[in-house]
């Protein structure tokens, strides 16, 4: 499955703050020096998705803030917004 991230680096705290139009908007704690913010949207996004780091992809938009990530996850995008919600 596809999602269309909006991240936001040098935040305080990694952390999913809604929708976005079509995108999920993601704060991140990394700056954007050095791929160190999609590292930290990678982990992110795996740990909360109970994925392995190698089941999350950045497949476009590496040195933008809209991001294409490919999940290797079988689940609706309603249902990912509902986890990446959570506390």
Same mark, same amino acid.
């Given at each position: ?19 976005? $139009?079509?995108?999920?908007?993601? #704060? ?5 020096? @050095?791929? +160190?913010?999609? %590292?930290? /949207? ?18 476009? $938009?590496?040195?933008?803030?809209? #991001? ?5 996850? @079988?689940? +609706?995008?309603? %249902?990912? /917004?509902e986890i990446l919600?959570?506390?």
């Amino acid at each position: 499955m596809r999602l269309r991230v909006r991240v936001v680096p040098n935040a305080r705290k990694t952390e999913c703050v809604g929708l976005l $139009g079509d995108s999920v908007k993601i #704060k991140v704690c990394a700056p954007p020096l @050095d791929g +160190k913010a999609n %590292e930290e /949207l990678v982990l992110f996004l795996s740990r909360k998705l109970n994925l392995p780091k190698k089941s999350v992809e950045v497949v476009s $938009g590496e040195r933008s803030r809209d #991001k294409l990530v490919e999940l290797k996850i @079988d689940i +609706k995008s309603e %249902e990912i /917004l509902e986890i990446l919600s959570a506390p």
